[in-house]
């Protein structure tokens, strides 16, 4: 998974490279796609991934049920990070703000 890449765009990705050894008559079993699948997924996922091995059989979890899983996973994320961001964001904006009233107040005095 590459960094910042959303889940859908991961999983299409992997879904053409399947699609190519498909092709190639090389097929791989559901745990074996699974296990991939989580393994190529970024440091922030690990705890998830790790979550999954451990709570589903992989050999019997399909794709779809992979994808809604990891899914409901990126939108709590999402959330995370906005809550982590949005008081330094704020703080920045009153700044930027601030600099820009000076600037201003500077400028009426030339």
Same mark, same amino acid.
């Given at each position: ?43 922030? *996922? ?11 059989? !992989?050999?019997?979890?399909? *794709? ?5 899983? !990891? ?17 330094? !964001? ?15 107040? !500077?400028?009426?005095?030339?």
């Amino acid at each position: 998974m590459k960094e910042g890449e959303r889940i859908d765009d991961m999983f299409g990705r992997m879904q053409i490279l399947l699609n190519g050894l498909k092709a190639l008559k090389q097929s791989f079993s559901k745990a074996q796609i699974n296990l991939k699948l989580l393994d190529s997924m970024s440091k922030i *996922w690990k705890p998830k991934t790790m979550t999954i091995t451990r709570a589903h059989d !992989l050999r019997k979890l399909t *794709w779809d049920g992979l994808i809604e899983i !990891l899914r409901v996973h990126e939108v709590h994320l999402q959330e995370e990070v906005r809550k982590k961001l949005q008081p330094r !964001l704020t703080e920045l904006f009153k700044f930027v703000s601030t600099k820009r009233k000076e600037t201003k107040a !500077l400028k009426k005095k030339r």
